[in-house]
């Protein structure tokens, strides 16, 4: 059985009921985060608590972060798995009429799934290079993905398993995760900004980098340089570290095998995962 807990309630995910008036439907009004869970801990449970908490605060919702965590808590138990993936998604709720601007009561649906999953390093992949046709505000983990969708859509049915993005000849981050260049020793990652989510990966990724010998630039990376680097790696909860070993268009990346830096990383990363606070 699936268990899921909408707005505190524990129950098989096929009893889990929302209004089609609720604004996550209507409007894409929300916020998620996706957490691996791993040996029975959430990895970096506190970074996706204040990633969430900032997410909320970015759409004026008000609802305490705690008491989903705690949810979460329960929910963990339920389910009873040591290795799982947990999504939360809250949204503003469902309201009696619809509008666009915020009604002025309304109380948010929280809903939390979990299901059984393996935090492991994906296999060396393809990714297409395209324009970054979403909104100017990805920081903010909003459950609006149809630009996310759409890409990473056409990356599979070019064969691709993901879809790196640029604005403006620099490269954002990629449809699901973000993105790394490995030249020698250096790791080179577009910096935060508006542009792009602070993925917990990344943010683990730039603190152990060192541990490997290898130091990490966070400067704009042009979309054209992106072939003649060593390395191309994409990072997220979900995928771990995935090199990218072919980019469409742009052909090979570097001579087309893993550099020793990116697999002192990659199993770097995929140890502490065991290890994590
Ligand atoms: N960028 C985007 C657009 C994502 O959807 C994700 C993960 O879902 C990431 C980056 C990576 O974030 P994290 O490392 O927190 O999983």
Redesign the pocket.
Known sequence: MTWCCLNGEMMPIEQAAISPMDRGFLFGDGVYE?MARVDGRIRAKSLHEARLRSSLDAIGLDISVTDVFSDVDRLIDKAGLLDAKIYVQVTRGAAAVRDHAFPAQISPTVFLTISEFKAVSQKPAKAIVRPDIRWRR?SIKSVSLLG?VLLLQEARENGAQEAVLYRDEFVT?A????VFVIRGQTLITPPLSDL??P????HLVIEMASTVGLNVIEEPVRVDSLGGADGVFV????RGLMPIVELDPGGQVGDGRLTDAFLALQTAYDERLHHHE
């Open positions: 996706v990805n996310n981050e449809s699901t995760s973000n792009i989510l993925g917990i990966t990344r990072s997220s909860s979900t």
